[in-house]
């Protein structure tokens, strides 16, 4: 007996998906564009010849008033050896029927095989009498028509044990995603699944472990088959037209920008596969790799172009270079025309090397925050269940160098940003990356591909990727256990087992810096930055401590040995920017050597301003060496024309202190004058750690109470106020910042 149809379901029943492909595509067994793109397909354009979508064959000769009713495809089912999918005359809206462009998805009949096959052991239906919670369970799942969800032998094997093991008749929590595959598929394993997604069998939320309690060990991971969707309205794609974002540079363009981001951002962010990127970038088939992702790929490589190439492209600068591949890459986001999850946040990643001016809501710390999300939801962060065999291997390399290029984003940021890590380390059980998935990235190359694009010492550059990641979840627990609101005092062997553990990375990037290889002393001189940069940070607590003279069970002499540790690594810090500048490297540094600049900068400023003259001018001298480096990556980094504003009004204000008091106007953002105030205070020109210290401590750096996390850049000046009483007045000090538009 068939069900009773509504016209509204029968208006919804008459609509036609998209096939995957046109017919042309399809005979020909070639990618094609429609799903994204809309009639006609790329390859349909230039081959000039007719579009015509293709109808599935489930629904061919399925009409409006066609039912295929539970207990047939039970019969079919029980015939069949081989499962195939029936489909409904209806269709449904992900998120309701309100909005039109939401993707139409077909109904699945109730009584399909389970993914995960049971073995039979009766065909007839039965029920135990006084089983009453199975007979409640069958009337539950009765049909309208008599017909019953359940498989007679599942039933069977319910009936036969406890009533607690009768919830695993439920369908598995996996075959509620069945409308994701393709209809006409022979074989629904082979499907392509990239779409990840995660769930957790733990959490508050959590049915599936309920319906099915013998997959509550399961990691949660599973893996959807591409869904069809709706293509871009015509105003959408128009709009990205307009954008430029379907014209690239041209091909000796586009080749200097792969070289460059193989060089000098891939091997310490290896988010993208090469074997599978490569040889389509090479042979000009664009159209197989994901638009958005190549912007921002070129995006992240207008960091390292030569100034010719960069002008050879029709930009000015690289900044300018920068900023037009980041409106392409944006507007692509903000269409959502990206729709596989991997390739998206691989994308918003790297749009991460793009940063405008402090006001920007769409700056870094945004897509760190959109890549960290989406990759959570895709369960990145967990580590696959080992019966998690669809998922496979060279993936879950990937989805490992993903995660932790996430954290190592993260970390480095909350340092520059002042603000708290995002990640817990406590959350992800996601196996660290080892130099075997570097590797494997790369594995299939031609020789000529990689002799062209990528750099020599790649398995070298690997093991020193390795212990950049070790050294940013260090850092992570530095922040959360220094850098926190309610602060975790550490023992004296806390503080000694994190230098150790920095120490140990810090020796292998030592033996690296003795190579040959140019590109492997380049990264091994950027790892040890890094970690001078991370001691630093370790110390610099315990400094103000020092220099407010708290009492604590800790003696003065540790602390003193704290300072004689943060002044060398703050002039070994120095010591490798002197081979950067004698290699001619400086211009090539990554973006990230911004904020490794700030912490040995702060410990030089407070050196120049001992009232011994030796440290101090041995201070000054440290610190023009880091300004003139940061002067050189303005160029290029706006990170640095923020990190050289800071310090050359930290140096003023210095002098003005020293020059005693005087009366100047307070900065005005509306009036946008620049000239610091410090009203009528009384200076003393013997200046303590404390003084210098507290000034920078907001910059960048303030996990303290009375900072505001958005306003970052700037000072605290102690003043006097009307009454004598003195008080702390915040001065910003870069409205002046050049805004780029």
Not at 19 to 33: E, F, L, T, W
Not at 414 to 428: H, K, Q, T, Y
Not at 579 to 601: K, R, S, W, Y
């Amino acid at each position: 007996m068939s069900r009773q149809i509504s016209p509204a379901a029968k208006r919804q029943a008459s609509r036609k998906r998209l096939g995957g492909a046109c017919k042309a595509c399809h005979d020909r067994k070639v990618r094609c564009s429609l799903a994204k793109s809309g009639p006609p397909c790329t390859n349909c354009s230039l081959d000039d010849i007719e579009c015509e979508p293709r109808v599935r064959k489930s629904q061919r000769g399925v009409g409006p008033s066609t039912v295929v009713s539970a207990q047939q495809a039970h019969d079919r089912t029980s015939v069949s050896a081989t499962p195939s999918r029936q489909e409904v005359p209806g269709s449904f809206h992900l998120f309701g029927n309100h909005d039109k462009a939401d993707v139409s998805i077909s109904l699945v009949p109730p009584l399909e095989v389970d993914l995960d096959t049971r073995p039979a052991t009766s065909h007839s239906r039965r029920t135990v009498p006084g089983n009453n919670s199975a007979r409640k369970l069958d009337d539950l799942l009765r049909d309208s028509d008599g017909s019953h969800p359940i498989a007679s032998e599942d039933l069977a094997t319910c009936n036969e044990r406890s009533d607690a093991s009768c919830s695993s008749n439920y369908r598995p929590f996996r075959s509620h995603f069945s409308h994701f595959e393709e209809d006409d598929a022979p074989n629904t394993d082979s499907l392509p699944a990239d779409t990840p997604m995660y769930g957790d069998p733990t959490g508050i939320c959590a049915v599936a472990n309920i319906c099915e309690p013998e997959g509550a060990d399961s990691s949660g991971h599973f893996l959807l088959p591409n869904g069809i969707f709706a293509s871009l309205d015509l105003e959408d794609q128009e709009y990205l037209r307009r954008k430029g974002a379907f014209v690239f540079p041209e091909s000796r363009i586009r080749e200097s920008l792969v070289r460059a981001y193989f060089h000098y951002v891939h091997p310490f962010f290896p988010i993208v596969d090469i074997q599978d990127f490569l040889p389509k970038h090479e042979s000009g088939a664009l159209d197989k790799i994901s638009t958005h992702l190549l912007w921002s790929m070129y995006l992240a490589a207008c960091n390292f172009l030569e100034e010719d190439v960069v002008q050879a492209a029709g930009f000015t600068s690289r900044k300018e270079m920068k900023r037009s591949f980041y409106r392409k890459a944006k507007a692509l986001y903000d269409m959502q025309h990206e729709r596989e999850r991997t390739t998206l946040i691989q994308a918003v990643l790297l749009m991460t090397f793009y940063s405008s001016d402090t006001e920007d809501k769409t700056g870094p710390w945004h897509w760190i925050g959109v890549a960290i999300g989406l990759s959570q939801t895709a369960g990145l962060h967990r580590n696959p269940h080992s019966t998690a065999s669809r998922i496979p291997q060279y993936r879950q390399r990937l989805w490992r160098l993903i995660w932790w290029s996430c954290v190592h984003q993260d970390v480095w940021f909350s340092v520059g940003m002042g603000r708290p890590v995002r990640i817990n380390l406590d959350d992800c059980d996601t196996q660290l990356p080892v130099a075997a998935d570097l590797d494997a990235l790369a594995s299939g190359v031609p020789d000529t591909l990689r002799e062209k694009y990528l750099p020599a010492g790649m398995p070298e550059l690997s093991e020193l990727f390795v212990e950049l990641i070790n050294l940013a979840i260090i850092q992570s627990n530095i922040l959360s256990t220094h850098y926190r609101a309610r602060q975790i005092r550490p023992s004296t062997a806390d503080v000694m087992e994190v230098e150790k553990r920095i120490a140990t990375i810090h020796e292998k990037a030592r033996w690296f810096i003795s190579s040959e290889n140019l590109m492997v002393y380049y990264y091994a001189c950027h790892l040890t930055l890094f970690s001078k940069s991370v001691l630093t940070v370790l110390y610099r607590p315990y400094l103000l401590r020092l220099s407010q003279r708290h009492t604590s069970s800790l003696s003065h002499e540790w602390y003193s040995s704290i300072d004689r540790k943060a002044q060398a690594a703050a002039s070994g810090f120095n010591k490798i920017l002197e081979a950067l500048i004698t290699a001619d490297m400086v211009m090539e540094c990554q973006n990230i050597i911004c904020i490794a600049l700030l912490p040995p900068m702060q410990f030089h400023l407070l050196n120049s301003t001992s009232s011994k003259p030796l440290i101090a001018t041995l201070g000054q001298h440290s610190l023009d060496l880091c300004m003139l480096v940061a002067n050189e990556l303005r160029k290029t980094y706006f990170g640095a024309s923020l990190l050289h504003q800071l310090f050359s009004q930290a140096q003023t204000q210095i002098r003005n202190r020293r020059a005693g008091p005087e009366t100047t106007k307070i900065t005005n953002p509306e009036t946008q004058t620049t000239c610091l105030s410090h009203g009528s205070m009384q200076v003393s020109r013997d200046f303590t750690d404390t003084d210098i210290i507290r000034n920078l401590g907001s910059a960048f750096f303030g996990f303290e109470d009375d900072l505001n996390g958005d306003d970052f850049a700037m000072f605290n000046f102690s003043i006097d106020s009307p009454e004598g009483t003195p008080s702390n007045q915040r001065i910003r000090w870069y409205p002046e910042l050049p805004i780029e538009i």
